[in-house]
């Protein structure tokens, strides 16, 4: 009866750990501190490099440090302007463009990111779903950026 519920409990999302073969640079960003070591320790146990900032000033700092692969948001953090500290960020010349993954208990909001072709992963919050939005948003990354350098060339 006891692995009847297991299997229940068993993530709708497979993770493939070979997606995440290479180290990827994890920038999380959220205010509560249980919360990022939870995300911190199923990112490190995919080998993932984690930093972890609790507000826009600390990920303003680690962005400005490295740029990171992909940077997971809380949109939820009470305090924390999300969307403006990422509009300054992409605003910025300097710093190039990088994946982020926001975190949202709000259905609604979730709609309205996924409209406007960002990564986003419901709370409360499960890590297979995490690691195969980062693995996922790595390779749209990577595609971009083919993509890019390819008009690029052909334009030279």
């Avoid at 992909?70 to 953090?77: H, K, P, R, S, T």
């Amino acid at each position: 009866m006891m692995l009847a519920r297991a299997e229940k409990r068993q993530p709708s999302v497979h993770y493939e750990p070979a997606l995440l073969s290479r180290i990827v640079d994890v920038l999380v960003v959220h205010n509560d501190e249980p919360v990022r070591r939870f995300l911190e320790f199923h990112l490190r146990r995919a080998g993932c490099h984690v930093r972890l900032a609790a507000s826009e000033i600390a990920a303003s700092a680690h962005i400005l440090e490295a740029v990171p692969h992909v940077m997971v948001l809380d949109i939820d953090a009470r305090g924390m302007k999300c969307f403006e500290f990422l509009a300054g960020i992409r605003a910025d010349p300097v710093i190039p463009f990088f994946p982020v993954i926001y975190l949202t208990a709000d259905m609604s909001a979730a709609d309205c990111i996924r409209e406007l072709g960002a990564a986003c992963v419901h709370k409360p919050i499960q890590p297979e779903k995490l690691l195969a939005t980062v693995a996922s948003s790595q390779i749209s990354a990577i595609e971009k950026f083919a993509t890019l350098n390819a008009s690029l060339v052909k334009a030279a």
